[in-house]
């Protein structure tokens, strides 16, 4: 079965989303993937925390695949304010399947992008807010 549904949709998405594609040239700043339709436009800084300004501004975003995306908004993974990868170990526990997905990129630095580099004050807000938050 089928229903209508109204939903809420995000006003300038696909501005965020092309400007993150352009500044890291269609690459996954994580992994290097460079498959359009698995990359997300990330918000470092959550959207529902962020101002209008901060929605689109592409210092709160990174260009991620869909798996570390998800990694990422969950707080399984973060960045630190040197660009680096950091795992939350009390949310990720050590397995060969975890251990090749999300640690082998722990300690990595992330590929910056052209302009708008990543922000330390979203960094720090996803850090104390996501990362660390709910921690098992």
């Given at each position: 079965k089928e229903r209508t549904a109204l939903t809420l949709q995000r006003v300038n998405q696909s501005y965020f989303r092309n400007s993150l594609m352009q500044n890291y040239m269609r690459t996954c700043c994580m992994t290097g993937i460079r498959i359009p339709a698995l990359l997300i436009a990330s918000h470092i800084k959550p959207w529902?925390?962020?101002?209008?300004?901060?929605?689109?501004?592409?210092?709160?975003g990174l260009l991620l695949n869909a798996f570390h995306d998800r990694a990422f908004d969950q707080g399984f993974i973060s960045i630190d304010d040197d660009y680096r990868i950091m795992v939350n170990h009390d949310k990720?526990?050590?397995?060969?399947?975890?251990?090749?997905?999300?640690?082998?990129?722990?300690?990595?630095?992330?590929?910056?992008?052209?302009?708008?580099?990543?922000?330390h004050e979203f960094i720090e807000y996803h850090h104390k807010h996501v990362f660390l938050a709910d921690a098992a």
């Open positions: 529902k925390a962020s101002t209008p300004a901060e929605k689109t501004a592409a210092s709160n990720v526990k050590h397995s060969e399947v975890n251990d090749k997905w999300i640690y082998e990129f722990e300690g990595h630095t992330i590929t910056l992008p052209a302009v708008g580099r990543p922000s």
